[in-house]
């Protein structure tokens, strides 16, 4: 299982003849976006699966999640604008998500919103002094949550219970998912993987 952090002010990498024609067809800034996490992907799953970037078999579409055959494992990616990419990979179930913590937002909307009526007793015990971070805690770790298996953050936000540091349980899939977080500079960082995988991700920073 890996983990890799990689700013957008890093060089660009090879990308597929596919991708550089669906590229073409985007704005300006969407096609550096896509240019920029594809490039990335088939570098940092290079180095796992070695394999050439060119025979990576990433299928990498725009919005929407990358997908590798089985075999090769799974894959997913988080970049918050165009600032920082996150890249997870493992051989099971995976999903990975970063905010910035200077973040604009409106806490007392989020609070009364739907996203985090599960999660009002831990909402209670933060320390107020860090709320906002806490809550951007919460945010990073269910989305990884939601990607971990392909659902929708409309659809599926409230399927997911974060039970203590260390799991959440989904009650209508009857399945657990152990999560890490990591503060990282400004950037909040969330993953949520198998809970046969005994070991916490490794992180490496691409600078």
Not at 26 to 38: A, G, P, Q
Not at 42 to 63: E, F, N, Q
Not at 184 to 200: P, R, T
């Amino acid at each position: 299982m890996k983990l890799w952090f990689i700013p957008f002010n890093n060089k660009y990498k090879f990308i597929s003849s596919c991708e550089e024609k669906i590229s073409e067809g985007l704005s300006c800034k969407r096609s550096d976006s896509y240019r920029f996490t594809r490039g990335y992907l088939r570098y940092c799953l290079s180095k796992v699966l070695c394999l050439p970037c060119k025979d990576i078999p990433i299928s990498a579409l725009p919005g929407k999640p990358p997908t590798l055959p089985t075999k090769f494992g799974y894959v997913s990616i988080s970049h918050y604008s165009n600032e920082a990419l996150l890249i997870g990979w493992s051989l099971k179930k995976i999903g990975v998500d970063i905010e910035n913590i200077n973040r604009n937002l409106n806490l007392d909307s989020i609070l009364k919103s739907k996203w985090f009526k599960n999660e009002e007793k831990l909402i209670s015990n933060l320390n107020k002094n860090d709320f906002k971070e806490d809550i951007l805690k919460i945010w990073v770790i269910k989305e990884a949550l939601i990607k971990s298996h392909f659902g929708s953050i409309f659809k599926n936000y409230d399927d997911w219970i974060i039970k203590d540091e260390g799991k959440a349980y989904n009650y209508k899939l009857k399945i657990s998912r152990k999560i890490f977080y990591k503060r990282l500079d400004n950037w909040n960082i969330g993953m949520a993987f198998d809970e046969d995988i005994k070991y916490e991700p490794e992180l490496i920073e691409l600078r």
